[in-house]
């Protein structure tokens, strides 16, 4: 191959600069020109192409956001968007490409490798959602702020002996709730995974009180069911927000930006290198780089990308043991 592109697809994470400006230089050190494509493939069918060189991924190591720019897109998901796409990328010569995505641009991508275009992919998400790898880009850099977060909350909490309810992102995976409440010490951590009523979270506040507990903090993933605002109304209800002090803080999209941590950083780099070596070698095509234990592996997308990730049942155990 002596062309090949980069894109960014699907929500943005920490880290998908370092990711760039690895498969840039990697693919540069191979012989290779390298095509950025702006604004995940909104822009790949649009054709917003960019050449890349050392000089423009200098600078961006440590940088949050993307700076090809990011989409979720509709139109890629039609068998009408994907050959538009692939039009696109003929036209401009390009002979291979390394998507970094989550699970729905991955499979998007899958999409794409079976009408014959040779790609490989890279797992970003701050919600650690994605079959195949132990963790993707932006997992860890996303704990660290929910863990700075949460950390300024327990102080003003304490203070005031007040209970909040912390709402972090996972819109069906309860993993940076649970991981932030044994990393936070939460008093309870409610996860799309596991049922939990509003009388236990109602039990968890006064039982942390009645043990002389100076706050309780729970936190909550975005897909808990039925959600942050029915348990904050059945509070309001049932009196127990005015008896306690009950508080909510939604983090938001804060989680999504910042500086990549030294992990983000490094993860994202041994990424971008395995997937433009294993792109240009051939091993990589129609697969996920992905990381295992230590070693960084080759999973076929089609596997990655057609089953959910489950909760790994360690920190289910110990969340049970602890968070309480
Ligand atoms: O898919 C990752 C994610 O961070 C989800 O946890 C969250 O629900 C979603 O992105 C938010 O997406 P958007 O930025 O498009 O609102």
Not at 118 to 147: E, M, R
Not at 247 to 274: K, S
Request: proline content about 3%; glycine content about 12%; some cysteine.
């Amino acid at each position: 191959m002596r062309r090949i592109a980069v894109i960014t697809s699907g929500g943005d994470v920490p880290g998908l600069n370092a990711c760039i400006r690895a498969v840039t230089r990697t693919a540069l050190h191979y012989g290779c020109e390298v095509i950025g494509i702006r604004r995940g493939y909104e822009g790949l069918m649009n054709g917003e192409f960019v050449s890349l060189d050392s000089r423009s991924v200098a600078g961006i190591l440590r940088q949050g956001g993307t700076m090809l720019g990011t989409a979720r897109s509709e139109r890629f998901m039609t068998e009408e968007g994907r050959r538009a796409a692939l039009e696109q990328l003929r036209s401009a010569g390009i002979e291979g490409m390394v998507v970094i995505g989550g699970n729905g641009s991955l499979a998007g991508a899958y999409k794409l490798y079976e009408m014959g275009f040779p790609l490989v992919g890279v797992p970003k998400t701050i919600d650690n959602d994605q079959y195949g790898t132990d963790t993707a880009i932006g997992v860890d850099t996303a704990l660290n702020t929910i863990a700075d977060a949460v950390g300024r909350i327990k102080d003003t909490a304490t203070s005031h002996h007040r209970a909040f309810l912390i709402e972090v992102m996972g819109r069906n995976c309860g993993y940076l709730a649970l991981a932030s409440g044994i990393i936070c010490g939460a008093e309870m951590a409610l996860i799309p995974e596991r049922p939990a009523t509003l009388e236990q979270v109602a039990h968890t506040i006064v039982e942390s009180y009645r043990i002389g507990k100076a706050h309780c903090i729970i936190m909550v993933a975005e897909g808990w069911k039925p959600g942050l605002r029915a348990l904050k109304d059945y509070l309001c209800d049932t009196k127990l927000n005015e008896r306690f002090d009950v508080r909510e803080v939604v983090l938001g999209h804060i989680q999504r930006g910042g500086t990549p941590t030294a992990f983000d950083r490094l993860l994202a780099t041994r990424m971008g290198v395995r997937a433009v070596e294993s792109l240009l070698d051939g091993s990589g095509i129609g697969k996920m780089v992905a990381l295992r234990g230590a070693q960084s592996v080759l999973v076929d997308l089609k596997e990655a990308t057609s089953q959910p990730k489950p909760l790994p049942e360690e920190l289910l155990r110990i969340a049970d043991m602890l968070c309480r």
